[in-house]
């Protein structure tokens, strides 16, 4: 493949700052307002644009806009969702999950998925545990790009009961990587402001627990 360069497109003139300090975990999206072509290009331009060791740029992505698909994708991962429960907590799909349970939120995904205008697939070739370091830095330029056009998207994962059949769906060959699916589209509520703990309590400065200058 041939290498290119791209200049920044003006529609993702925005700054930073308020993409980082405004983008949240989107889990249900508007069906009514799709997404198009041009804006899909743009936030796949992108995710290319991001750092790769050695510039290998091992990172493929499989982007899934026909219905019937992500209808099918939809329900498995409903099931790979509720997998993930059993594995670790023993709920069965439809489990009460308390006020207070992180998965709350979470759950929603689970029911939304078969909504998503678009689901976003991340793959990647040659050794896939190390292709992830160089894999994840273009999916988060692809998201941050997806936030400045206004798209809501969240990185969710999937379980190995229903890998095979995911593989099966898009013709997905043997020896290709996968690392996380996004779903994007427009969302029904809004983004941020975010609530998160402070640098100062996350961050150590030359030597575990202790803290920075700003803590």
Known sequence: MDMIR???????????GDTMYTQRAIRRFDPDR????AQLELVLDAASKAPSGGNVQPARFLVVRDRSKIEAFGALYYEAWWAKRADELGWEPGH??????????????????????VVVLAFSTGNARVAASSVFPPV????????????????TTLHP???ERVHELFGV???????CCIPL????GGFGPTR???????TFWDRWEARPPWG
């Open 196 to 202: 998160r703990f402070a640098s100062a309590d996350t």
């Open 34 to 37: 799709p997404i198009d072509d």
């Open 173 to 179: 060959p043997d020896g290709v990587g996968f690392h």
């Open 185 to 188: 589209g427009y969302p029904r």
């Open 6 to 16: 791209l200049d920044p497109p003006p529609e993702l003139a925005v700054p930073l």
């Open 96 to 117: 009460d999950i308390p006020a207070d349970s992180p998965y709350r939120m979470a759950a929603l995904l689970a029911d939304e998925m078969v909504h998503a205008p």
């Open 140 to 155: 988060q330029n692809l998201m941050l790009a997806a936030r400045a056009l206004g798209i809501g998207s969240v990185l």
């Open 161 to 163: 009961t229903v890998m």
